[in-house]
């Protein structure tokens, strides 16, 4: 990653879900998220990327572009309140690109959308994320 793209501070990725689920970062700003994560791992039964596993990397992406908002106050944290997502395809092997896009954060509150493509840049599904930040 470079250095727009490091773990917001006070945040740690090493032993969480996101790294058993093999989710990297390649982008990151308050107003934008990328990330990939692999679909072998990440399946159902019917060895189709599940769904709870979009989830995952949305709200991962969606939060962690709220942190970085979050660490504008001196001991600022963002907590996800919301999540949502509708499953557009299927997806039987490689990877899913998900791009958390800042839609507003007005009143201490951070709204993303996320939209998770496969590697043809087909849509699979689409979040969003609603976080409170909290501050002192």
Wanted: net charge negative; proline share 4%; glycine share 10%.
């Amino acid at each position: 990653m470079t250095e727009s793209t490091t773990e917001p501070e006070r945040m740690s990725f090493s032993g969480t879900l996101i790294e058993r689920m093999g989710i990297e970062l390649l982008e990151s700003t308050p107003e934008r998220v990328v990330g990939t994560m692999p679909v072998e791992g990440n399946t159902q039964p019917y060895g189709l990327l599940h769904g709870g596993a979009s989830c995952v990397l949305a709200e991962t992406l969606g939060s962690v572009g709220a942190a970085q908002l979050a660490t504008r106050f001196p001991s600022g944290m963002a907590v996800g309140v919301e999540l949502n997502a509708t499953h557009h395809k299927a997806v039987l092997s490689g990877a899913v690109t998900g791009v958390a896009a800042l839609l507003s954060s007005e009143s201490g509150i951070a709204s993303y959308e996320i939209v998770i493509s496969d590697m043809n840049n087909d849509r699979v599904c689409t979040a969003r994320l609603m976080a409170a930040i909290h501050h002192a």
